[in-house]
T-cell receptor
Framework: GPKVLQIPSHQIIDMGQMVTLNCDPV?????FYWYKQILGQQMEFLVN????????KSKLFKDQFSVERPDGSYFTLKIQPTALEDSAVYFC????????????FGPGTRLTVL | GEQVEQRPPHLSVREGDSAVIICTYT??????FFWYKQEPGAGLQLLMK?????EINEGQGFTVLLNKKDKQLSLNLTAAHPGDSAVYFC??????????????FGKGTKFSLIP
């Protein structure tokens, strides 16, 4: 079936550095999402993105976070600067429409901030 | 906002046995409901999506029941086999037109077979 890819699978960085997480969504999908899962906790919604704009974001989507998808390339989540509490697995998802649509998930990027 | 409680967090059964995972949600405006399966190193795979007041859906080796009156969603795995070992997540999303299509997830149930 359709697959969402995430690059890299693991990333270790020092606190205060910038990090960019990359997502290659399903090719004909129009809506894109990031979710965050801290070890042992629930997966939580961060943001969704459509037509070049953030449509909805949660309180977890701090000012240090930004998303973009320039020219139909990777859908990216940038964190600048990173903090210790940003350590988590970040899941990207995409869907064809915005309601009652299956969100297809990638395998996640494990981010460790030291 | 919506809160979803999923239980149990861990579940082990013998091959051929059945098992039930239950999610309880709080927001009566939650409208769409999903079960996802996650195998190690893989993304979440959709098992079933449901809506409407009360619905029983049967898939391959499982049954999903939605009871909106009690705000409860359940996944019944029938005749467990090794391929069922994974983490299972329920998720809910709100009514269309509310301006949100975020999924709110349960904490997950780690399901395994007793050797």
């Amino acid at each position: 079936g359709p697959k969402v890819l995430q690059i890299p699978s693991h990333q270790i960085i020092d606190m205060g550095q910038m990090v960019t997480l990359n997502c290659d969504p399903v090719s004909n999908h129009l809506y894109f999402y990031w979710y965050k899962q801290i070890l042992g906790q629930q997966m939580e919604f961060l943001v969704n993105f459509y037509n070049g704009k953030v449509m909805e974001k949660s309180k977890l989507f701090k000012d240090q976070f930004s998303v973009e998808r320039p020219d139909g390339s990777y859908f990216t989540l940038k964190i600048q600067p990173t903090a210790l509490e940003d350590s988590a697995v970040y899941f990207c998802a995409s869907s064809f429409r915005d309601w009652y649509a299956e969100q297809f998930f990638g395998p996640g990027t494990r981010l460790t901030v030291l | 906002g919506e809160q979803v409680e999923q239980r149990p967090p861990h579940l082990s059964v013998r091959e051929g046995d059945s098992a039930v995972i239950i999610c309880t949600y709080t927001d009566p405006n939650s409208y769409y409901f999903f079960w996802y399966k996650q195998e190690p190193g893989a993304g979440l795979q959709l098992l079933m999506k449901v809506f409407s007041s009360t619905e029983i859906n049967e898939g391959q080796g499982f049954t999903v029941l939605l009871n909106k009156k009690d705000k409860q969603l359940s996944l019944n795995l029938t005749a467990a086999h090794p391929g069922d070992s994974a983490v299972y997540f329920c998720a809910v999303s709100p009514l269309p037109g509310t301006g949100s299509n975020r999924l709110t997830f349960g904490k997950g149930t780690k399901f395994s077979l007793i050797p």
